[in-house]
Nanobody, 115 residues
Framework: QAQLVESGGGLVQAGGSLRLSCAASTVIFSALDMAWYRQAPGKQREMVAFIRSDSQTGYAGSVEGRFTISRDNAKNRGYLQMNSLTPEDTAVYLC?????????WGQGTQVTVSS
């Protein structure tokens, strides 16, 4: 059973940046798709960005142009660069890796943006 561990969250002022990291303990990470989700209190979990095993990416409209998803298959890691953060980006951010019969979720990392 693979594990995903997120890091890089924290408290930042509006307009600031954070870079989230997702470390995967599976040797087939390069063959799997990956996404970042977020969940704010009282709101449904939403997909923020995804990156497929072939590096195709996609973004939610609310973050396009501000967030960038990437992956380093040699390090079994995925990243989410978040720029121009606003208080509406405050949420727990979770990493999701799936494919080829696998489906893994991390525990999440808290991102808080102050106004």
């Amino acid at each position: 059973q693979a594990q995903l561990v997120e890091s890089g969250g924290g408290l930042v002022q509006a307009g600031g940046s954070l870079r989230l990291s997702c470390a995967a303990s599976t040797v087939i990470f390069s063959a799997l798709d990956m996404a970042w989700y977020r969940q704010a209190p009282g709101k449904q979990r939403e997909m923020v960005a995804f990156i497929r095993s072939d590096s195709q990416t996609g973004y939610a409209g609310s973050v396009e142009g501000r967030f960038t998803i990437s992956r380093d298959n040699a390090k079994n890691r995925g990243y989410l660069q978040m720029n121009s953060l606003t208080p509406e980006d405050t949420a727990v951010y979770l990493c999701h890796v799936w494919g080829k019969g696998n489906d893994y979720w991390g525990q999440g990392t808290q991102v808080t943006v102050s106004s």
